[in-house]
């Protein structure tokens, strides 16, 4: 073998173990991929996994320097003081990034230490919110007409936030008060709603500055246009005012703002109140399209107010006067 062959080769080699690689471009290629293709999915990951790589040096270091207590450390810093769910995500979206890049492109990377291990998540029974108490906070005047209309439909979809914010004005069976959603198979499942979400959606802001009804783009928009830096794909932009597809984490900050709520409680609570109401554990299967009998038992455990209603029938018998 020549001379000059061999620095090819070890070239070639430093480029497939990917050595020279920078923390910025590692994180580019992943963030690139179909994995991460939702875009809330995505926005959660790359925030992730920027304030991560922030943290130990920036976009320039190379991946190969970076050592796995270095990234323990990160995620302490970050969120070690975080609930154990915050915890959980931002750890979860760091290490898939990193595992990625270690066995799908072989490149030389660090992991997640074994002392940065996944926190148990205390399971809250009381997560669902009474009938009661819930309809009070969804007939709140004082709510904007664009995120009352989101909860509402939420709550009688019993869909994933993610499903409802991807919908399009176009999707919208309004007659049928149904729309299309696409599984993970790739089947088309429906979600339904009822009466108190079709009295609000034809009340939504067209959007379209002569007046016109608005027929195509994201069916719930965010309050701004973005910002060049930021700007999603063009499916995710409104083709008539500019503004882009509402994102979850907005969501679910104006929930806990308005209602004190996280949006899957909502998903939750429609599927315990069917259940409170003796509907079959299939037919509530299909309403939330939970496809395992014991992970949709989950939701389905009474609340209080149920609980409480039956415990009339342990009561001593009245006397006769």
Request: proline share 7%; with cysteine.
């Amino acid at each position: 073998m020549s001379a000059a062959a061999k620095p090819k080769i070890t070239a070639s080699v430093t480029a497939l173990r990917g050595d020279s690689l920078t923390l910025g471009h590692a994180a580019d290629e992943f963030l690139s991929t179909h994995r991460v293709a939702n875009p809330n999915t995505h926005r959660a990951y790359a925030s992730a996994i920027d304030r991560t790589i922030a943290a130990v040096g920036g976009r320039a270091r190379r991946l190969a320097d970076v050592a796995d207590a270095e990234i323990g450390d990160a995620l302490t810093a970050l969120w070690g003081g975080c609930a154990p769910a915050t915890w959980n995500r931002n750890r979860a979206a760091v290490s898939s990034w990193l595992t990625w890049c270690a066995s799908k492109r072989r490149w030389t990377a660090p992991s997640v230490p074994a002392d940065a291990e996944r926190r148990r998540e205390n399971l809250d029974h009381t997560k669902a919110v009474a009938k009661t108490k819930l309809e009070r906070l969804l007939s709140r005047r004082d709510l904007p007409l664009r995120d009352k209309t989101i909860y509402r439909m939420l709550y009688e979809t019993a869909a994933r936030a993610a499903e409802i914010l991807s919908l399009n004005v176009e999707d919208l069976d309004m007659e049928n008060r149904r729309a299309p959603l696409t599984s993970k198979g790739g089947d088309t499942e429906w979600v339904y709603w009822d009466a108190g979400t079709a009295r609000l959606l034809p009340r939504l802001p067209d959007g379209h500055p002569d007046g016109t009804v608005r027929t195509r783009g994201p069916l719930f928009l965010a309050d701004r246009k973005p910002v060049p830096a930021r700007r999603p794909a063009p499916e995710h932009i409104c083709p008539h005012t500019g503004r882009p597809r509402l994102g979850y984490d907005r969501v679910r900050v104006l929930m806990d703002t308005h209602l004190g709520l996280d949006p899957h409680q909502l998903r939750h609570s429609a599927a315990t109140h069917l259940g409170e109401q003796k509907v079959p554990l299939q037919l509530i299967m299909a309403k939330t399209r939970h496809k395992n009998p014991r992970t949709a038992m989950r939701y389905t455990r009474p609340g209080g107010e149920a609980v409480a209603e039956i415990t009339g029938i342990l009561a001593p018998p009245r006397r006769a006067h």
